[in-house]
């Protein structure tokens, strides 16, 4: 299979600018550069400047075929090419590997100067709240509320339950999540509320979640802990309420991980 390296010539004097590498047709990856140096994202290279320069004068770059080459050898080619070519605005020096030409180098005490001018006070979002942090109120399946929390994060790392499902039941994909109904605090209602109660009430899922359950010890037959429902359990021991489930209903012993679960 063959790739072809081409160049971008500048229509104003010929001068090639511009040396790239391409496994498709020609015309694809000359509309791909006309398209690209309209995106934010790449805009601010190199070559798309110099593109957005020719196109603010009513110019597009001359693309041309350099050689037509095994698709195997198209890096070894292209940095050929590259090094072969002066004043170009390719910011590497070809291939896969990601080389900078002429990248500049700078000292400790510049580096330094860098990091101070964007630490404490002099930091852009010095003293700022953050946008995407809103309170959070976490209330019981019945409704009781239980506690309130600054963002998602730091109701995550209490409850132990992930930010993902709290995140869906704050957004009205899920009615509840760990046992919890979830409300942004600036978006309390006691209708969405009690709409909410109501469904995880009526939900199937939910029919173990009122079952408090202990955590006995096989030799001394002492209970360690007791747990509000089966969920809990299960995440607290870091396993499944299936297994707590068949351990307390089904199973002889009643014994799961050296240790045996009774329900109350």
Not at 34 to 47: D, I, M, S
Not at 84 to 90: A, C, F, I, S, V
Not at 228 to 242: M, Q, V
Request: hydrophobic content about 30%.
């Amino acid at each position: 299979m063959k790739g072809i390296i081409y160049s971008l010539r500048d229509p104003r004097d010929s001068k090639i600018k511009y040396i790239g590498q391409t496994r498709f047709s020609i015309n694809k990856r000359y509309k791909e550069h006309l398209r690209n140096c309209k995106y934010y994202t790449t805009k601010n290279h190199n070559v798309y400047r110099w593109i957005n320069e020719l196109v603010n004068l009513d110019l597009n770059p001359i693309i041309d075929i350099v050689e037509k080459i095994d698709i195997t050898l198209l890096d070894e080619r292209e940095k050929y090419w590259i090094s072969y070519y002066d004043d170009l605005k390719n910011m590497t020096v070809g291939g896969t590997g990601i080389k900078y030409i002429n990248k500049r180098e700078f000292s400790e005490t510049h580096k330094k100067k860098i990091g101070d001018s964007c630490r404490g006070e002099k930091h852009y979002n010095y003293n700022k709240p953050a946008s995407n942090i809103k309170p959070i109120l976490m209330f019981s399946i019945d409704g009781k509320f239980e506690n309130e929390f600054s963002s998602i994060k730091m109701a995550s790392n209490y409850t132990k339950i992930l930010t993902s499902a709290i995140s869906n039941c704050l957004t009205g994909k899920r009615n509840s999540s760990g046992e919890h109904i979830w409300m942004y605090k600036n978006k309390y209602d006691d209708k969405i509320l009690f709409e909410k109660i109501v469904k995880c009430n009526k939900h199937p899922s939910n029919k173990n979640k009122s079952i408090k359950i202990s955590k006995i010890n096989v030799i001394s037959n002492e209970v360690i802990e007791t747990y509000e429902s089966y969920k809990e359990a299960a995440r607290i021991n870091n396993t499944s309420d299936a297994a707590l489930i068949y351990a307390c209903n089904k199973s002889k012993t009643h014994v799961y991980r050296n240790y045996k679960w009774k329900k109350q």
